[in-house]
């Protein structure tokens, strides 16, 4: 279920199909960001996310681990409106990261009507000389700082934020 420009490694492509969501070189995602098409959503750590990445991304740290992803993805229908965003990529450290897998299977489950998953991640991002902007990864999401307060602040915080980085 690639972007059908493509050919992409077979382990990928049946990720994506066994997924539910689409694979999308960098420079496609670049392409489709730049017209406003796509929602760039970075599952990096906070601290990759601050020394480079896509320009407009929401900075959506998701561990690495499958016990904390799953405390953590059911938040991703808060951090971002499927009904706003046109169609919605992830994108993590390079080909052999699972976060993006991760993330992009949770965004079919609620509900996005098109997920995708950027092929290589930022490793593929920077071989392809695309741009990157450096800066903090906002409070955008809640944390994971404790079993079962995922909230980072015990339930204090401002709620996290619900709109569109890029597309919407």
């Known amino acids: 279920m690639g972007d059908g420009t493509r050919e992409?490694?077979?382990g990928l492509q049946r990720q994506a199909e066994a997924g539910g969501y689409g694979l999308?070189?960098?420079d496609e995602a670049w392409r489709r960001v730049?017209?406003?098409?796509?929602?760039?959503?970075d599952v990096r750590d906070a601290a990759q996310y601050e020394v480079g990445h896509v320009p407009g991304a929401l900075c959506f740290p998701l561990p690495p681990t499958w016990m904390a992803r799953l405390l953590r993805r059911w938040w991703l229908h808060k951090v971002l409106?499927?009904?706003?965003?046109p169609s919605v990529a992830?994108?993590?450290?390079?080909?052999?990261s699972t976060r993006?897998?991760?993330?992009?299977r949770a965004a079919v489950v609620q509900g996005f009507a098109?997920?995708?998953r950027i092929a290589g991640g930022m490793d593929a991002w920077h071989a392809a000389g695309l741009p990157v902007e450096f800066g903090p990864c906002g409070p955008c999401a809640p944390s994971v700082d404790a079993v079962g307060d995922v909230s980072g602040r015990g339930g204090q915080g401002a709620p996290p934020r619900t709109t569109c980085s890029g597309g919407g």
């Open 34 to 41: 730049r017209a406003g098409a796509l929602s760039m959503v």
């Open 24 to 26: 999308l070189a960098p």
């Open 114 to 116: 098109v997920a995708y």
């Open 81 to 85: 409106c499927a009904a706003r965003c």
């Open 100 to 104: 993006s897998d991760s993330a992009a």
């Open 8 to 10: 992409f490694p077979v």
């Open 90 to 96: 992830f994108v993590c450290d390079g080909a052999t």
